[in-house]
């Protein structure tokens, strides 16, 4: 009898040391969570692609622009970047999935970079995106005033869906993306000012510097470039965001070897580029 009582004991007490085991685990976390530092001010934040986001010195877009309009600003630009998720079966583990403008509008509105914390790339071209998340996470967002977004050009060539119908809030297309991350920000930050910003027109261009082909008559897949800024347009008209258009009208193309003027490959601006849309950019923000 008293060794069915000691058995009974030991089995209460490894049910009990199970249950605080887990109970450990369940709050370390929280009692390990550090509270987030908000300690960068920034009055316009840029989120995108490398169009406006390929150089992160002081001759970069966001740079340029913060100094003709006298403000703060951070360049959460990410090289290689779309509007909308690109990878169907890993979704948010495939890296640019994370950093793509429905999921960092979600960490924004959320003020919850995890997923984005997580990503870390051995490629040299961009390793420097975990110290941008890293950063990116120390914004202070009641400060933003505006939020300048601009994808679109790899969602291009990548021949990613425009819309998916009947489901315009897929997050796999550009419209659904577009429209997703808009209403993550607008519940939480209902004064912000959204700007989208269309890609420019481009070139593709062969190793001798010979035009192949424009975005005019390449198809990727999608749509021409054209249908994409069109989209982002109708999109931004329907939720009320602001749209600058840098496709039409913009960068001369008449001449083949027009690509040479504003741009360093036949897509991603120049000095003399920068310097374009930076100008345009402060204008049009100004206004």
Same mark, same amino acid.
């Not at 050009?153 to 425009?162: K, L, Q, R």
């Not at 009208?249 to 930076?278: C, F, L």
């Given at each position: 009898m008293e060794e069915e009582k000691r058995k009974e004991r030991r089995k209460q007490n490894l049910v009990y040391g199970i249950c605080g085991l887990l109970l450990m685990l369940v709050l370390l976390p929280i009692a390990l969570r550090r509270e987030r530092q908000a300690?960068?001010?920034? /009055?316009?934040?840029? $989120?995108?692609?490398?169009?406006?986001?390929?150089? #992160?010195?002081?001759?970069?877009?966001?740079?340029?622009?913060?100094?003709? @309009?006298?403000?703060?600003?951070? &360049?959460?630009?990410?090289?290689?970047?779309?509007?909308?998720?690109?990878n169907r079966e890993g979704r948010e583990a495939y890296y640019r999935d994370g950093l793509s403008f429905s999921q960092l509008a979600k960490a924004v509105a959320a003020l919850d970079f995890g997923t984005q914390q997580t990503i870390r790339t051995k490629d040299y071209v961009t390793m420097h995106f975990g110290d941008i998340v890293d950063e990116l996470d120390r914004?202070?967002?009641?400060?933003?005033?505006?939020?300048?977004?601009?994808?679109? @050009? &790899?969602?291009?060539? %990548? +021949?990613?869906?425009?819309?998916?119908? +009947? !489901?315009? *809030?897929? %997050?796999?297309?550009? /419209?659904?993306?577009?429209r997703t991350g808009i209403r993550f920000l607008q519940q939480s930050y209902p004064a912000l000012r959204i700007v989208f910003v269309s890609p420019t027109y481009c070139w593709f261009i062969d190793d001798?510097?010979?035009?192949?082909?424009?975005? !005019? &008559? #390449? =198809?990727?897949?999608?749509?021409?470039?054209?249908?994409?800024? /069109?989209?982002?347009?109708?999109?931004?008209?329907?939720?009320?965001? *602001?749209?600058?258009? $840098?496709?039409?009208?913009?960068?001369?193309?008449?001449?083949?070897?027009?690509?040479?003027?504003? %741009?360093?490959?036949?897509?991603?601006? &120049?000095? =003399?580029? #920068?310097?374009?849309?930076?100008?345009?950019?402060?204008?049009?923000? !100004?206004?």
């Open positions: 300690d960068l001010q920034a /009055e316009v934040l840029f $989120l995108g692609d490398s169009i406006l986001g390929q150089y #992160r010195d002081e001759t970069s877009i966001p740079s340029q622009a913060a100094r003709l @309009m006298d403000v703060s600003v951070f &360049n959460g630009n990410f090289g290689g970047t779309t509007m909308s998720l690109q914004v202070d967002f009641s400060m933003v005033r505006t939020l300048v977004v601009s994808y679109g @050009m &790899n969602d291009y060539v %990548t +021949g990613s869906p425009i819309c998916s119908p +009947g !489901e315009p *809030e897929d %997050t796999f297309s550009m /419209e659904g993306a577009m001798d510097g010979s035009v192949t082909s424009t975005c !005019e &008559n #390449r =198809d990727f897949g999608g749509g021409f470039l054209e249908d994409y800024v /069109e989209a982002q347009r109708r999109v931004a008209q329907e939720c009320g965001v *602001e749209f600058l258009d $840098l496709y039409h009208g913009y960068y001369p193309h008449e001449e083949p070897q027009d690509w040479r003027v504003y %741009t360093s490959d036949g897509m991603h601006p &120049n000095p =003399d580029g #920068r310097q374009k849309i930076a100008e345009t950019l402060a204008a049009y923000l !100004e206004e």
